[in-house]
Every structure is written in C-alpha cells, then in structure tokens.
C-alpha cells in the first residue's frame, strides 16, 4: 500500500476547525433549537394559533431535511469528483450565512421559514 502523506498548515486546520465549530453552532443552535421556537413565535403574531405555527414551522424543518437528505449524496458526489470542494464549500457557507441573517429580517412567517429552508439545504 503506497500511500503518501500530505502536510497541511497551522493555519489551514485552524481555519477548518473553525468552520466546522460554525456547522455544529448551526446545526445545533438555527436547526435544533431557534428555528421551532422563533417559527412558533413568527406564525402567531401573524395571526395563527400555536398548534398551525408550530405545525407550519415543523413542516419547514422537514422539507428542509428531505430535501437535504435527496441532495446531499449528489453534491458530496460531485464535489469529491471534481476535486475542488473549497470553492463550493465558501460558496454555500457563504450563503448559509447569508439566508440564516435575512429569515429575521421579515416579519411574516411563509418568507422566514422558506429562508430557513435554503440555509439550511445550503448549510
């Protein structure tokens, strides 16, 4: 077996370790815990009961999850082949960070949760 080893600098672990703390924040912190509480909150000052906004906000989460479960086999496919996961990897942080900051921004609940349902299909 002939394998050859490759270095990597301080800063490059730094910088992934870094990001990977972020996925796990998100993960955790948007996905886990604010988006059902903050999607239950959003749809009753919009004039829903707390049963069809949580509803509402538990459908967002698990289409969002589908739809990362169908694609994430295709994306992790290509971006092993194409050899080049940096660019794509910026990209999609980029914009996970982007959407995640913009779904507060609206006071109605169908345009936060659709935002919450890119960042987290980019995420």
Not at 86 to 93: M, V
């Amino acid at each position: 077996m002939n394998e050859e080893i490759t270095s990597t600098s301080k800063l490059n672990v730094m910088l992934w370790s870094t990001y990977d703390i972020a996925n796990t924040i998100f993960s955790m912190g948007i996905v886990s815990m604010t988006i059902i509480q903050y999607g239950t909150i959003m749809g009753m000052m919009n004039g829903f009961d707390y049963g069809l906004s949580y509803f509402l906000t538990f459908i967002a989460v698990a289409i969002s999850n589908l739809i990362v479960a169908i694609t994430i086999p295709v994306m992790g496919t290509f971006s092993d082949n194409s050899g080049k996961g940096k660019p794509g990897t910026i990209l999609f942080g980029s914009l996970t960070i982007l959407l995640t900051g913009m779904v507060f921004l609206f006071n109605n609940i169908f345009i936060a949760l659709t935002l919450f349902i890119g960042a987290n299909i980019f995420y």
